[in-house]
């Protein structure tokens, strides 16, 4: 789970990269405003379950201007 927050209604997307630096899964959301929260199901864009490891989280709104980033180190 990836907890963000907006000011206001905001189309946002969730970029998550792979310690490589390749780009695995793009996530589009509608955010209401205020607190949220977008879930990962440790699947990259083809739906294959990724290996476990360390993960590069950004939230972008859609001008590209990141709300938050974050790394996730991913177990089983």
């Not at 000011?7 to 969730?14: F, I, K, M, N, R």
């Not at 990962?40 to 864009?45: A, K």
């Not at 939230?59 to 980033?69: E, R």
Request: charged content about 25%; overall charge positive.
């Amino acid at each position: 789970a990836v907890d963000f927050a907006t000011p206001e209604q905001a189309a946002l997307q969730v970029q998550i990269y792979a310690r490589s630096g390749r780009r695995v899964r793009t996530l589009q959301l509608q955010a209401a405003g205020g607190r949220g929260r977008v879930y990962w199901d440790g699947r990259d864009d083809s739906g294959r379950l990724l290996r476990p490891g360390v993960f590069v989280v950004f939230v972008l709104d859609s001008d590209g201007n990141p709300h938050k980033s974050l790394v996730v180190v991913a177990t089983r």
